[in-house]
């Protein structure tokens, strides 16, 4: 479904529909409130837990059909899922990815959604996000990989 490389511009735009849809969803299911991401940390609710378990069952279906099938493109090229090797910067960037989202109560997906539903205060978060993401891009070859 990629559009070649000299299709023109407005090809791209069912990406940005599709990221639109999926923002809806994000906040009618309530996902992007911070008070349903605080009740989950606080163990008072399943909503979040229901969401993120429904999100990795169908993923891992997913995942071993397009394995099974030997899925392909749109394009016709194969798609590969290459096996990642565990290491223990996993860890570390886990725990320091829980504590920013049990804070801000914003994870990347969510952050866009947020924005684009209105929550202004929001934008600390997402401009601290870019600037993380700044950050590891100058400091990631001394990390633990």
């Not at 069912?14 to 923002?23: D, M, N, Q, S, T």
């Amino acid at each position: 479904m990629s559009a070649p490389a000299s299709a023109p511009w407005w090809h791209n735009l069912r990406y940005a529909v599709w990221g639109i849809l999926f923002g809806i969803v994000f906040v009618k299911a309530e996902i992007i409130s911070w008070f349903r991401i605080q009740e989950m940390f606080r163990f008072e609710s399943f909503h979040m837990y229901g969401v993120i378990g429904s999100a990795v069952v169908v993923g891992l279906i997913s995942v071993q059909l397009i394995k099974r099938i030997r899925a392909k493109t749109f394009s016709g090229e194969p798609i590969v899922i290459p096996d990642k090797a565990f290491n223990k910067g996993t860890i570390y960037g886990s725990v320091l990815f829980g504590l920013g989202w049990a804070i801000t109560g914003a994870c990347p997906g969510p952050l866009f959604a947020q924005v684009g539903a209105g929550y202004s205060v929001i934008i600390i978060t997402f401009l601290s996000a870019v600037a993380g993401t700044w950050l590891y891009g100058l400091v990631r070859e001394k990390l633990p990989h």
